[in-house]
């Protein structure tokens, strides 16, 4: 999955031989990676305190989350990024898991294809082309997918040529504008640790990794918004 790093001090401090097999392993982190949202509608007087799963966030995650933009937090390569997408919970899992025309909408993916299928479990492999620095880079990532009741993905590198580890997972949950009413947004969460083969200098690893959980997020809310816009024509 991808990114074009701005972090000038590591840059200051890694010399150009170093940067080529950073890029390598960037397809890995935009697998299994919303933005475009609409405002929250008002609370109603009589609702009582709302216990949704925004609601049980801290109160700046609740504000950024709100106003459109996804967040991330985490760092030492364990993360966990978060968006809310207005629309229905059978489109968030249908972008999610969409895994034969990911490289459609995801930034910097070439392919991505399912290629063996074990009743809730997938192998995808996923080849992405980035450009990191002076080199345009290409590489590859199989991931085990295991899908569970339409609302998670668990997630585990089978095989990289860059990564050392990665194991995470997606959620899905329904969040209504106030209490009984229907719901109107999906939050996303994405609960993700990887570590960087030997020889990567972590701390740009990192940085990277980080950078990118936002925008594959936000790929990701683009296209879950095109599809609820097609669903209402």
């Known amino acids: 999955m991808q990114l074009n790093p701005n972090n000038q001090n590591h840059s200051n401090r890694i010399n150009a031989m170093q940067f080529k097999p ?10 299994l990676g919303l933005v475009s949202i609409t405002g929250m509608a ?13 609601d049980q966030l801290p109160a700046a995650t609740r504000t950024i989350l709100r106003s459109g933009s996804s967040v991330v937090t985490g760092e030492k390569g364990k993360y966990v990024a978060q968006v809310l997408v207005t629309g229905s919970m059978d489109t968030a899992w249908s972008v999610l898991t969409d895994y034969d025309n990911a490289a459609r909408f995801l930034p910097n993916v070439e392919s991505n294809k399912i290629v063996e299928t074990r009743k809730d ?17 290409k590489s590859r990532v199989k991931l085990v997918l295991t899908e569970s009741n339409r609302r998670r ?15 995470g997972y ?27 083969k030997s020889g990567i200098p972590q701390g740009t690893f990192y940085d990277i990794f980080k950078n990118t959980l ?7 809310g683009r296209e879950m918004t095109t599809r609820e816009a097609a669903k209402s024509k």
């Open 22 to 31: 950073i890029g390598r392993w960037l397809v890995g982190i935009t697998m």
């Open 153 to 167: 993905v668990d997630f585990k590198l089978q095989d990289s040529d860059q990564l050392q580890s990665m194991t």
């Open 121 to 137: 479990t997938k192998i995808v492999e996923q080849v992405s082309s980035q450009q990191v620095f002076l080199f345009t880079i």
């Open 42 to 54: 008002p609370v109603r007087a009589d609702s009582g305190l709302f216990n949704s799963p925004v």
């Open 170 to 196: 997606w959620k899905i949950e329904p969040i209504a504008p106030y209490q009984g009413a229907a719901p109107t947004q999906v939050l996303i969460t994405q609960v993700v640790e990887s570590q960087p």
């Open 214 to 220: 936002s925008k594959t997020m936000s790929a990701l």
